[in-house]
């Protein structure tokens, strides 16, 4: 199982739209956890699997809530909740591939100049065309750019190489994350700030054309925690112990 400490929902939904292929589990502030499996149902590809816990039923059905209108603004269609005490299970029935063009700001609203500056990088491609394009850069490929957008969960960067195509650096792949293990991001003071040039890597491309994923770490997993594990054992340290309780 996958488990993060995480500051809000934004940051678990964009988790989410990684597609991971394990138990994913949240864990938020007041006792909350938001837990997910991504194609845990066979019939039903690229959806989700929800479960929710809460301390009380009250602040249970707030974040069930919360977390429905970020998935909804995102295009992703949810199935009814079912409630059990202080549990909830629901499961989503996507779709999750190019969801990620519709931006929500910190109330859960669809942001519609956010989504219109992220779109406008955007040009129709063939599968062909992308194809060619994930062949000259694969993942790993050096890329430089200039920060367009900050959202909470990332930002968008428009590609000196291929300008035209949205490019997201997600939190989970900022570079402070392996400089300083374990601090806790703050948004948006310790987000590259609208304009900077960054210099980072191809994580990953979507296999039909809408993005492609980057990564300033000196890895290309999706979860930077497993990396700093693997290398807390060989150090004999452990640099991400807020997540030790897990």
């Not at 809460?54 to 409630?83: M, Y």
């Not at 700001?105 to 992220?118: F, L, M, P, Q, Y």
């Not at 300083?180 to 979507?206: C, H, K, M």
Request: glycine share 6%.
């Amino acid at each position: 199982m996958r488990k993060f400490q995480t500051q809000n929902l934004f940051e678990v939904v964009a988790d989410a739209a990684t597609g991971p292929s394990d138990l994913t589990r949240h864990d938020l502030a007041e006792g909350v956890a938001v837990s997910f499996l991504y194609n845990g149902h066979e019939k039903n590809p690229d959806t989700c699997q929800w479960r929710i816990v809460a301390q009380n039923e009250v602040r249970l059905r707030q974040v069930v809530q919360q977390l429905g209108e970020i998935l909804t603004a995102k295009g992703v269609r949810c199935k009814p909740a079912h409630f059990s005490g202080c549990v909830c299970h629901f499961r989503d029935e996507g779709p999750w591939g190019g969801s990620y063009f519709v931006v929500t700001n910190v109330s859960g609203e669809r942001n519609t100049d956010s989504v219109e500056k992220v779109q406008s990088m955007t040009r129709e491609y063939s599968q062909k065309e992308w194809d060619e394009l994930i062949s000259k850069y694969p993942n790993g490929t050096p890329m430089s750019g200039k920060v367009c957008e900050q959202q909470r969960y990332g930002v968008w960067v428009i590609l000196d190489e291929l300008p035209e195509i949205p490019a997201l650096l997600e939190i989970i792949h900022f570079k402070i994350n392996e400089t300083r293990p374990g601090y806790r991001i703050q948004f948006p003071n310790d987000y590259p700030a609208t304009g900077t040039l960054l210099e980072t890597r191809v994580l990953a491309w979507s296999a039909n054309p809408k993005e492609v994923r980057l990564t300033q770490l000196n890895h290309l997993n999706w979860s930077h925690q497993q990396f700093l594990h693997e290398q807390a054992s060989e150090v004999e340290t452990n640099p991400v112990k807020e997540n030790e309780n897990m």
